[in-house]
């Protein structure tokens, strides 16, 4: 597991794997939280980008809808063997009833052919954050293994 400055840090965790992830934007904040979470498996920069997959959700509230974008992410390498290479058209909304819609193309490629260590079993609520600094989004994720 790499950091990339500016977009994701990985942070100490006894037994699993904790990150923050960063953007000036939400979009690009919740962009950086899903590579930082294949970073976690695989290089990231390596992956092709010959798959796509749509990604569309409606949550109760920020945290509500990382964890689902996550969990989806997820969801698409146990059941179709996908690695992340980066999400298009990654758009993060706020409703004006409070709730937010997830928005974006996954693009990868079939986990066949790459070196890939380790295994996210699954997203937690531990130690989720959210924060607005400086004109920067920061979130912090820790994900099972």
């Known amino acids: 597991m790499e950091s990339r ?3 994701y840090e990985f942070l100490p965790h ?3 794997a ?4 960063f953007g000036k934007s939400l979009d690009d904040c919740f962009r950086n939280a899903a590579c930082a979470m294949f970073a976690i498996m695989t290089d990231v920069d ?3 980008a010959k798959l796509k997959f749509p990604i569309r959700l409606k949550a109760s509230n920020r945290q509500a809808a990382l964890f689902d974008f996550l969990d989806q992410l997820l969801f698409l390498l146990d059941t179709e063997g996908f690695l992340l290479h980066d999400c298009e058209q990654m758009r993060v909304t706020r409703n004006c009833d409070g709730t937010y819609w997830v928005t974006c193309e996954a693009v990868g490629d079939y986990h066949k052919g790459y070196d890939v260590s380790g295994n996210v079993k699954a997203v937690t609520y531990n130690d989720m954050t959210f ?3 400086d004109d920067q989004w920061e979130c912090q994720v820790v994900v099972d293994l």
């Open 5 to 7: 400055p500016g977009r």
């Open 14 to 16: 006894t037994a699993d």
């Open 18 to 21: 904790k990150f923050k992830a």
């Open 46 to 48: 390596a992956v092709q």
């Open 131 to 133: 924060e607005r600094k």
